[in-house]
């Protein structure tokens, strides 16, 4: 295990961050990933839980399309643990297993749905650092609407916080399985 952190046990989690991990295991019936840590600030994983809760579930873009923006973030960030979970999510969620496959190894996908592109292509674009050029701000709302963007640059943000997290406490791949991002 490394030494960031030590096996998670929600029995030594102090009162108020108690509250919240059993609040989240009641709404939710689990608890993700990145509260093993964000649990250290109860307030913090309080607040960012509705947040995280909207992003993942209740945004109006499909769930695939949720998918694609957390592959492009924890590609950019190498967030193995990230990619693990999320890369058969995403082809369960109807994500082509060529384009996971394409952008695991860092190989332009063929996207033959242009919303799919689209939300690939904002993702990458800004986990670069690169912005985003006229041509691809039009195509974006075309392609997903005004809230379909407004929703990915939040999904952006979620993920880069839980890939740069994860990334940080050195939180291996689910399972134990070996890194997949080359």
């Not at 509250?19 to 960012?48: C, H, K, M, N, T």
């Amino acid at each position: 295990m490394p030494d960031r952190f030590s096996p998670f046990d929600p029995d030594n989690l102090g009162a108020e961050a108690r509250a919240v991990y059993d609040r989240i295991l009641a709404e939710r019936g689990y608890v993700p990933g990145p509260y093993q840590f964000w649990l250290a600030s109860p307030g913090f994983s309080d607040r960012i839980e509705p947040v995280e809760e909207f992003l993942r579930h209740g945004v109006s873009l499909e769930e695939r399309l949720v998918e694609v923006v957390g592959l492009g973030a924890a590609k950019r960030w190498r967030a193995q643990y990230v990619w693990t979970a999320d890369g058969p999510a995403a082809e369960k969620a109807g994500v082509d297993a060529a384009i996971v496959e394409a952008i695991r190894t860092g190989r332009e996908p063929e996207f033959p749905k242009e919303d799919e592109a689209v939300c690939h292509d904002l993702a990458v674009a800004l986990v670069q650092g690169r912005g985003i050029d006229d041509d691809l701000w039009a195509r974006a709302n075309r392609g997903i609407g005004e809230v379909g963007v407004t929703e990915v640059l939040g999904l952006i943000g979620l993920y880069t916080s839980v890939c740069l997290t994860m990334v940080a406490y050195r939180m291996p791949t689910k399972n134990g399985e070996p890194d997949p991002l080359p």
